[in-house]
């Protein structure tokens, strides 16, 4: 078994895959994943593709114009969930949907089918939530940021919601986990940036002495009816992991 490996970032996943069609060695005789690779297995042969950008480009214009440009958009969805097994999975469908096309949507039964399907869900899912309630500090009177610590790699896709709604401002939305920041100057196209450890210490001492946070803080529970607190009912519509990334549930 010949095991395929590459960065968690969606080049390297497309080029991954374009090197293990070419490499001809049988789909059942390969395996992709995402790396780090936890526990190595026996008897496997481990192949690290560095990322292509043109490689990258000849799989997408594939997938658009053999299969369709919504099984594009659901895999790039399904390649920013946080499951190791999510490339292989992209393959498998992609095996199946340059054989069949376009009814490869609609082929539900199928493992592979069903289980991309699921990772879509979950990640279209989880940026739907995190566009409702990210919250924006003040950066050195500069510029808006907000911190956030989703599951799944989401910045790319809740980017266009506030560049639509924010299109003048100076904003940047930094996924912790990742280190990494989606960045939009004001009136400019937004781009994807990694971020170091030191930025993201200021960030984080910055939104502490916000003042607007803690007028968000004082609004959201001055608001609230003591009387009518049902906090059973609050963690069915709003789930305890999700709090860390809104200011009003922050000490």
């Not at 590459?6 to 293990?20: K, L, P």
């Not at 001809?24 to 042969?45: A, K, W, Y």
């Not at 990694?194 to 993201?200: D, H, I, K, M």
């Not at 609050?234 to 709090?243: E, H, I, K, T, V």
């Amino acid at each position: 078994m010949v095991v395929f490996t590459c960065h968690d970032d969606f080049e390297s996943m497309m080029t991954c895959i374009y090197d293990a069609w070419a490499a001809r060695l049988g789909h059942s005789n390969i395996r992709l994943m995402t790396e780090p690779v936890d526990e190595p297995e026996l008897f496997c042969q481990y192949r690290h593709i560095d990322p292509n950008l043109e490689k990258c480009q000849k799989v997408i214009r594939s997938v658009r114009t053999k299969i369709s440009p919504n099984a594009y958009q659901n895999i790039y969805r399904a390649a920013m969930h946080w499951n190791p097994d999510k490339l292989d999975i992209i393959y498998r469908f992609l095996v199946l949907g340059f054989a069949w096309g376009s009814q490869v949507t609609r082929m539900l039964s199928n493992p592979y089918v069903s289980a991309l399907f699921e990772l879509d869900r979950k990640v279209s899912n989880e940026s739907h939530q995190f566009r409702e309630f990210i919250r924006f500090s003040r950066l050195n009177d500069q510029a808006l940021f907000s911190l956030i610590e989703p599951k799944c790699n989401i910045l790319t896709l809740v980017a266009s919601h506030f560049a639509d709604r924010m299109p003048s401002e100076n904003w940047l939305i930094t996924d912790k986990k990742r280190l990494l920041a989606v960045v939009h100057p004001k009136d400019k196209d937004y781009f994807l940036t990694s971020v170091t450890p030191q930025e993201l210490a200021h960030m984080e001492a910055a939104q502490k002495e916000d003042s607007y946070s803690s007028l968000w803080k004082a609004f959201f529970h001055s608001v609230s009816i003591e009387a009518r607190t049902n906090e059973r009912c609050q963690r069915n519509f709003l789930p305890l992991w999700y709090r860390k990334n809104m200011t009003e549930f922050s000490i």
